[in-house]
Each structure stands twice: as C-alpha cells, then as structure tokens.
C-alpha cells in the first residue's frame, strides 16, 4: 500500500510532443546525403588530391608569381565589384520600394536579367560596348580612359552578375519595413539621415551583409562574362579561373588543384568572416 502512494505521489514525466509533421529522421538523413554527395565529397577528394604532391610541391604552385598575381586580381575585383553592389543595389532597391514611376515592373524585371543571361552573352555585350570600336569604347579610349582588357572592365563584369543578388535580399527588407517607425523618427525631430542612420539601416543590414556576401562569392568564381573583356594577359589581366583552365589544358592537374584549393580556402573564410559579422549585428540589433 505504501508502495502505491509513494508511485502515486511521483509526478509523471510530461510525454515527449511529436512534430506536427513527421519524418524529421527521414528527411535529416536525405539532407546529409544530399549535401555530401553534391559538397563535401567533392571538396574533400579535391583537398585530398593535393595531398599527393606534398607540401613543398603545393607551396612551389601557389607562390608562382603568375598565379599569385591571378589570385590577387580574383580577389581584389571580386571585392570591390561586390562593394560597389552593395551600395548601388541598396539604391535600386529602395527605388524599387519606395517609389513609383512608369515602366517599374520593367525595370524591375531587368534586374533578373543577368541571372537568365548565359556568362559568355554578358562577356560579349560588354566587349560590344566597351570595347575600342565599342558603343562607348570608340568615344572614351581617345580619352585616355580604357575598360575594355583592363582591371576596370573585370570590375564591370563581375558587377553586372552580382547585383541581383543585393537588390533581391535587400528588397524584401525595405518592403517589410513598417514606415510608422519612420514617422515616428520624424516626429520626435529626427532628421532624414539620423532616421536612416538609426532605423532603416540596422533594420536592412543582415540581408545587406547577405547580399554582400553572395554577391562576392558569385565573383570569385566567375569566369565566362570576365574572359572576353578582361584580355587574359598573364600578371595584368588573368583571373585565377582562367589559369585553372589553361593548367588543365597543360594537363598539369595537381597545379590547378592547388589554386582552387586555395580559392576554396579563401572563400570559405571570407564567407564565414562575413557569417560571423551577420550575426554580431543580429546579436547587436536585438540588444538595442
């Protein structure tokens, strides 16, 4: 009897909730695979073919002066077209939201264009315009001012295809932002900078910082629109993709493995610098 009081006593453990929708197991396992498959086992077998010429081997690639000036011009280009995107896609997408003019959903649509294009028709169309008997080129080149086959046309190239990615993150954004807090701003004397200063920019600068990276990512790696404006001149004007192809075509394999394995170290780190800022200013924006 006293047995059973004691058990009646004892609170019974509440019961574990299920999911609302099962198959969590199922579909965890699927993504694993999945992401293996397609990511991880790729990348692993590419860090681990470099293994096979040895550390000196790797380092004598990497530190050629070819290709450490074409990863340097990568890296470089790919930085500051990403930075230009993000300044002027937070210009078209705030247009984009808080005005209205005639043919916007023309000139919204116009955005997408580049992800639709093929890499080598946007190469061609700005070899077409910037060129030296380009639409532009043939008034600018007199002037002393040349893009086409110069670090400035790669600039242009890798800007064209990484502005979507800004304006579509940020966008949404803007679009969800409530404007009585913007009023609000405004009537407690807050001028039109202060109020974009304190409240529209921490509110859009996760998914500026997003577009930032996605943008910068799409850079380093792009290799069909820069090859036909950037000249491919070797320590002036050669991409590291580009010299990854040319030692392919040498049939010289561990040398381009070298370099996309330190294309692949480089972007890993900076994304995941650019992930670690994204969440600092998450962590600082729900503090404040």
């Given amino acids: 009897m006293n047995l059973l009081l004691v058990v009646a006593g004892k609170k019974s453990k509440p019961a574990r909730q299920k999911n609302v929708i099962p198959g969590f197991g199922l579909t965890m396992g699927f993504t694993l695979f999945y992401m293996s498959m397609l990511i991880l086992i790729p990348l692993g077998g590419l860090v681990l073919f470099t293994t096979s010429m040895g550390w000196e081997g790797f380092w004598q690639s990497v530190t050629d002066p070819r290709v450490v000036a074409s990863l340097r011009l990568s890296f470089g280009a790919s930085l500051l077209a990403a930075l230009l995107n993000a300044f002027f896609g937070l210009i078209v997408a705030w247009v984009l939201v808080r005005y209205t003019f005639p043919l916007k959903r023309v000139v919204d649509a116009l955005v997408d264009l580049p992800f639709a294009l093929p890499t080598a028709v946007s190469g061609i169309a700005l070899v077409t315009i910037y060129s030296q008997n380009g639409v532009i080129g043939r008034y600018i080149e007199p002037l002393g001012f040349q893009v086409a086959f110069t670090w400035v046309g790669i600039v ?9 990615f800004v304006v579509r993150t940020v966008q949404p954004a803007l679009e969800d932002l409530e404007k009585e807090l913007e009023e609000a701003a405004a009537s407690l004397g807050a001028s039109r900078w202060q109020t974009f200063k304190r409240v529209i920019f921490p509110a859009i600068q996760p998914s500026l910082l997003t577009g930032f990276a996605m943008a910068l990512a799409r850079a380093i790696g792009e290799y069909g629109s820069v090859i036909f404006i950037a000249g491919n001149m070797p320590y002036i004007t050669e991409i590291a ?10 049939f010289d ?4 493995t070298a370099i996309a394995v330190v294309m692949l170290i480089a972007a890993f780190l900076i994304l995941l610098f650019i992930n670690l800022i994204q969440w600092w200013s998450r962590r600082y924006t729900d503090e404040n």
């Fill in 241 to 250: 993709p580009l010299l990854i192809v040319i030692k392919l075509e040498q």
């Fill in 156 to 164: 242009i190239a890798l800007t064209l295809i990484g502005l979507p």
């Fill in 253 to 256: 394999y561990t040398g381009a």
